[in-house]
């Protein structure tokens, strides 16, 4: 004979029996399990999720650079700590936040060459840009 705990049927419970907890409130099923209450959902509601934006991959580089302001003609070192296809981390000598909103970075003194960047943020002696 199988164990029956007093007062309880042995078991799912199933007994044609319904809890009578009114519509839309939470209560039980007849198999003791949580109810909840209907929700009516649109399907305007149900579109699927934005997609988030990916980093491009950063490649660790740790290479020396130089940069000009505004077309200047004086070249600041800098050093590039890591680059993507879209932007570059680099580290001055001085404080970064001196930096104005768009500058030049060239992998050569040589101001001619190089890259117009968005310097996107600004941390102590270090800067985030993205390439124009």
């Not at 590039?80 to 936040?97: L, N, R, Y």
């Amino acid at each position: 004979m199988a164990f029956e705990p007093p007062g309880k049927p042995f078991g799912n419970g199933i007994s044609g029996a319904v809890d009578s907890a009114a519509p839309g409130s939470f209560g039980t099923d007849f198999n003791g399990f949580l109810r909840f209450p209907e929700i009516a959902l649109e399907w305007e509601i149900l579109k699927p999720m934005p997609q988030p934006k990916k980093r491009a991959a950063r490649k660790l580089l740790s290479q020396h650079a130089w940069i000009t302001l505004d077309g200047g003609f004086a070249a600041r070192h800098c050093l590039v700590q890591d680059i993507s296809e879209s932007g570059a981390k680099i580290t001055m000598d001085d404080d970064a936040s001196q930096l104005p909103g768009v500058i030049r970075m060239a992998f050569a003194r040589d101001a001619r060459t190089g890259r117009s960047c968005q310097v996107v943020w600004r941390r102590g002696k270090s800067a985030g840009v993205r390439f124009l």
